[in-house]
Nanobody
Framework: QVQLVESGGGLVQPGGSLRLSCEAS????????IGWFRQAPGKEREGVSCISRSDNGVYYANFVKGRFAISEDNAKNTVSLQMNSLEPEDTAVYYC?????????????????????WGEGTLVTVSS
């Protein structure tokens, strides 16, 4: 059984930083796309950042460009999201997700329904 386990969420002041990590465990299939989504209260889930392992493509949503950075450690089967200059609008539950389908690469990051596996999420609260 595949598990994606997120860690690193918490409370941070505006302008602060957090680093989220996601570890894949169990019988992990070949993930072609892996990354992060978020869902704020009362809003739909949206893609934040993803990596395509087939072509090394990287996607960032417009609202995080220049502030967040995604990275992965294949040896440890982990993917991380470094979040800097956090704003109250970044408050949300952040989910790790992965797709076993290669088609479309990181474009899948725009569509939550295009991902096959999900973690339980970790809450990020940006508040003074």
């Amino acid at each position: 059984q595949v598990q994606l386990v997120e860690s690193g969420g918490g409370l941070v002041q505006p302008g602060g930083s957090l680093r989220l990590s996601c570890e894949a465990s169990g019988f992990t299939p070949d993930f072609y796309v892996i990354g992060w989504f978020r869902q704020a209260p009362g809003k739909e889930r949206e893609g934040v950042s993803c990596i395509s392992r087939s072509d090394n493509g990287v996607y960032y949503a417009n609202f995080v460009k220049g502030r967040f950075a995604i990275s992965e450690d294949n040896a440890k089967n982990t993917v991380s999201l470094q979040m800097n200059s956090l704003e109250p609008e970044d408050t949300a539950v952040y989910y790790c997700a992965a797709s076993t389908v290669e088609t479309a690469g990181v474009v899948r990051c725009k569509y939550p329904f295009a991902m096959d596996y999900w973690g339980e999420g970790t809450l990020v609260t940006v508040s003074s």
